[in-house]
């Protein structure tokens, strides 16, 4: 089994920044497709970015395209998010995935392992 705990959350002005991580433990995601989703009470679960094992293949949903990056150091087991460019809709409890497929995709079903999610507030 695989072990995700997120951290780097926190409170933000609009327009700032911020940097998420997600550690894992257990085993290594070397060859494991990583994702962030971000959800809101009430909310569905929805699709940030994603990274292929390697790393040659990101996705990032249109919302976030262009002010977020998602990385990985596979050395250290570790997946980021930097965040940029914040704004108060990316208001969100955010939570790494890990998936043991092939193919990078943004389906949270997809993904097998969770972690416990971290929360980002961005105030205007």
């Known amino acids: 089994q695989v072990q995700l705990v997120e951290s780097g959350g926190g409170l933000v002005q609009a327009g700032g920044s911020l940097s998420l991580s997600c550690a894992a433990s257990g085993r290594s995601i070397r060859w494991y497709n990583m994702g962030w989703f971000r959800q809101a009470p009430g909310k569905e679960r929805e699709f940030v970015a994603a990274i292929s094992w390697s790393g040659g293949t990101t996705s990032y949903a249109d919302s976030v395209k262009g002010r977020f990056t998602i990385s990985r150091d596979n050395a250290k087991n570790t997946v980021y998010l930097q965040m940029n460019s914040l704004k108060t809709e990316d208001t969100d409890v955010y939570y790494c995935?890990?998936?043991?497929?092939?193919?990078?995709?943004?389906?949270?079903?997809?993904?097998?392992?969770w972690g416990q999610g971290t929360q980002v507030t961005v105030s205007s």
């Open positions: 995935a890990s998936r043991q497929k092939v193919t990078v995709t943004t389906t949270p079903s997809d993904y097998d392992y």
